[in-house]
C-alpha cells in the first residue's frame, strides 16, 4: 500500500477541505492562516486534483473542490 504524503502548504488545504467540506477557492483561502493569493491556493488545489487526492464540480462560475 502506497503511503499518501502531503507537502506542508498541501495539509494546510486539505485540512481545510475536511474540516469544511466541498469549499471554493475563495473559501479555502479564507480559511487559511496564511494570506495566500488566490492563484496561489487555485495552483495548489489544481496540483491536489492532478494527484487525485481532491475532485472539482461546477458551482456556478466557480468550482467546489472536495
Known amino acids: 500500500m502506497n503511503e499518501v504524503r502531503f507537502t ?5 488545504i486539505m485540512q481545510v477541505l475536511w ?8 473559501e479555502v483561502r479564507d480559511a487559511l492562516t496564511d494570506d495566500l493569493a488566490y492563484n496561489t491556493v ?5 496540483i491536489l486534483e492532478e494527484k487525485g487526492h ?6 456556478g462560475r466557480a468550482h467546489r473542490y472536495a
Do not use: F, H, N, Q
Open 8 to 12: 506542508d502548504r498541501e495539509l494546510d
Open 19 to 26: 474540516s469544511r467540506g466541498p469549499s471554493t477557492v475563495a
Open 42 to 46: 487555485l495552483t495548489m488545489l489544481r
Open 54 to 59: 481532491v475532485s472539482r464540480e461546477a458551482a
